[in-house]
């Protein structure tokens, strides 16, 4: 086999091994699920807690709030990491809405 076929076929290996890797890696990533949050998780404490049993991305609690003056308040928790819990304390307005965000 001559020089420049061994170097094409070479080449071709290693792009064909590097798009195999790319795609087995990129599977194993998937959004957060089995979300759920708690409001007042810690007794004498107004907050919000978020948690996300399985997936590889973030998650984190978001309280939407009715302000007299201010209007709509918008409180969210810290990102975090699937797996772990993500909390924020909040003010004591009336509350809104309470949704979780994934990313």
Same mark, same amino acid.
């Given at each position: 086999?001559?020089?420049?076929?061994?170097?094409?076929? +070479?080449? +071709?290996?290693?792009?064909?091994?590097?798009? /195999?890797?790319? *795609?087995?890696?990129?599977?194993?990533?998937?959004?957060?699920?089995? $979300?759920?949050?708690? /409001?007042? &998780?810690?007794?004498?404490?107004?907050?919000?807690?978020?948690? $996300? @049993?399985?997936?590889?991305?973030?998650?984190?609690?978001?309280?939407?709030?009715?302000?007299?003056? +201010?209007?709509? /308040? *918008?409180?969210? @928790? &810290?990102?975090? &990491? +699937?797996?772990?819990?993500?909390?924020? %304390?909040? &003010?004591?307005?009336?509350?809104?809405?309470? %949704?979780?965000?994934?990313?």
């Amino acid at each position: 086999m001559n020089v420049r076929k061994w170097a094409a076929t +070479a080449f +071709a290996s290693v792009l064909a091994t590097a798009g /195999l890797v790319t *795609a087995t890696a990129s599977g194993a990533n998937a959004w957060p699920t089995e $979300c759920s949050y708690q /409001l007042d &998780p810690i007794p004498g404490e107004h907050g919000i807690s978020s948690y $996300c @049993s399985s997936g590889t991305y973030q998650h984190r609690a978001v309280v939407m709030e009715s302000h007299h003056y +201010a209007g709509i /308040l *918008a409180i969210d @928790s &810290p990102w975090v &990491p +699937a797996g772990q819990t993500s909390y924020t %304390r909040i &003010p004591y307005h009336p509350i809104l809405s309470i %949704r979780i965000d994934t990313r």
